[in-house]
């Protein structure tokens, strides 16, 4: 079945205790991209992947790290998560990041800093 | 980059029609116009996309003005399932930055 994962589904951490949260898709899709999403505020994109090796910035990647060594994983790093970054985080994937190409989500992971 | 405006929240009756309004003046001429929808503690899922011309598929229709400043989303016979968050953004030729905003929160009645 064609589709994003996520892991953890839920994590509740400590602050400044450094987390990743993984993403994986079976799809050899080329573009992937990390989003929070915060009651009020909609969607807000972080980082995104145009392909392997290729990371650029969304509107909100303070206090995040990205990577994508391989195709199908674009893993999320939080070095010193605080509690501003308590949220629900949505991975997602697409062909090549043309306008013509839908994006395919995960299942989201809710994340907890106390 | 090019930004959507939605209303909040929009209300409608079960196996009526739902027309769901998008504003995108600041569109370029290679932006595409999706039309994404979140269930209740779901991801985001694809609805519809299109250029310039109107496109339908087999859970809406988008029409797209003339002039592409604004788009309506379709709904043709509103179930309770189609209760959602219903976001439209601008998804360009290079594709990787994109703009959600906050979606209509649509609510759907018996």
């Known amino acids: 079945e064609a589709q994003v994962t996520q892991n953890p589904r839920y994590l509740i951490t400590v602050t400044g205790k450094k987390l990743t949260v993984t993403c994986s898709q079976n799809?050899?899709?080329?573009?992937m991209s990390w989003y929070r999403q915060d009651p009020g505020l909609g969607l807000r994109q972080i980082y995104y992947?145009?392909?392997?090796?290729?990371?650029d910035k969304g509107d909100v990647p303070e206090g995040y790290k990205v990577s994508r060594k391989e195709k199908r994983n674009f893993p999320l790093i939080l070095e010193s998560p605080s509690p501003n970054q308590t949220s629900l985080y949505f991975c997602?994937?697409?062909?090549?990041?043309?306008?013509?190409?839908?994006?395919?989500f995960g299942p989201g992971t809710r994340l907890t800093v106390t | 980059d090019a930004k959507t405006t939605q209303p909040n929240s929009m209300e409608s009756n079960e196996e009526e029609p739902v027309h769901l309004p998008c504003n995108h003046s600041?569109?370029?001429?290679?932006?595409?116009i999706h039309w994404y929808r979140q269930l209740p503690s779901q991801g985001p899922e694809y609805v519809i996309h299109?250029?310039?011309s109107n496109v339908n598929n087999r859970m809406a229709s988008l029409a797209i003005a003339e002039d592409r400043k604004s788009s309506t989303l379709i709904l043709h016979r509103a179930t309770l399932r189609d209760a959602a968050v219903y976001y439209c953004?601008?998804?360009?030729?290079?594709?990787?930055?994109?703009?959600f905003g906050q979606g209509t929160e649509l609510s759907v009645k018996p």
């Open positions: 992947s145009m392909n392997v090796e290729v990371t």
């Open positions: 299109g250029l310039t």
């Open positions: 953004i601008l998804r360009g030729n290079q594709g990787g930055k994109l703009i």
């Open positions: 799809m050899n899709h080329e573009y």
């Open positions: 997602a994937s697409s062909p090549p990041p043309g306008g013509v190409y839908e994006q395919y």
């Open positions: 600041t569109i370029s001429g290679t932006d595409y």
